[in-house]
């Protein structure tokens, strides 16, 4: 009897840990989320990203069936110097055209004004990837279903229905990752079996303003010893209009306008 219960016993345990296994298998291939956004792109399949050959930015995008999750990353580190300054969006548009109605911007565009010109940090890892964070702070987004405003501005990685994280990894790589539900972009039932196509566009980097030069004020004059040539006469002294005579100059472009658009089928 003892030994028949002992019997008993053991293949009870074996179909309660075969069923755990099987509860734990079907709960992981039943996991709603595709991508875990957290800046990392560790679960992203290397071969799914294409390229932009301007920039050397690597982009790619994946869906389920309630949202659509695009990642990009950067090697070059004067191209996240870039897109720090001068500002990125990423745009979506639903038709499958290149509409730029719909995006979110990050990093939102400095003000050229109130830009301080920053040393060369090539080298110095950690400052650069520490002062880029730090100018990297907001987001804007447009064009969204059931937003209360038409642009709304936050703080980057603010919880959110929709969610952008970004990071750095040992080698300054920067990457991006986007999670957009499907429901924001437009009625759902509409949008499965859809191709649309996603894009970034990167904005045209400006130089920054030079400071104006000092302009010596009428009625003032540095004297200095000059030797006149028998004969003739002295120099008579001329008096220029301040107006106009230092300018501050126009921005001047440095870097034009870029745009990437890909084609992408939700499925």
Request: include cysteine; charged fraction near 25%.
């Amino acid at each position: 009897m003892f030994r028949f219960t002992t019997i008993f016993l053991f293949f009870l345990s074996l179909s309660v840990i075969d069923a755990s296994y099987v509860q734990a298998n079907d709960a992981c291939d039943t996991f709603p989320y595709k991508h875990i956004t957290n800046g990392e792109l560790d679960d992203w399949d290397p071969a799914s990203f294409d390229i932009h050959e301007l920039s050397g930015i690597r982009f790619a995008t994946e869906n389920d069936k309630e949202k659509l999750y695009i990642a990009m990353y950067i090697i070059d580190q004067s191209v996240q110097r870039r897109i720090a300054q001068a500002g990125m969006q990423l745009m979506i548009d639903v038709k499958g055209k290149k509409r730029e109605s719909t995006y979110i911007e990050f990093p939102v565009k400095k003000d050229p004004l109130s830009e301080i010109p920053a040393p060369d940090l090539q080298g110095q890892n950690q400052s650069f990837t520490e002062r880029l964070a730090a100018s990297m702070l907001f987001l804007k987004k447009k064009g969204f279903k059931d937003q209360l405003q038409e642009i709304e501005m936050e703080l980057a990685g603010t919880a959110s229905d929709i969610m952008l994280s970004f990071g750095w990894d040992e080698r300054n790589v920067l990457y991006i990752e986007y999670e957009i539900p499907l429901k924001r972009l437009a009625v759902l039932d509409n949008l499965m079996g859809k191709e649309i196509t996603v894009g970034f566009k990167l904005k045209a980097q400006e130089s920054l303003p030079l400071p104006p030069k000092p302009v010596t004020p009428i009625g003032s004059f540095n004297a200095r010893l000059v030797g006149v040539p028998a004969g003739s006469s002295p120099p008579t002294s001329r008096t220029t209009s301040t107006q106009n005579a230092n300018p501050t100059p126009a921005n001047k472009i440095l870097q034009p306008q870029q745009l990437f658009w890909m084609k992408h089928i939700l499925n």
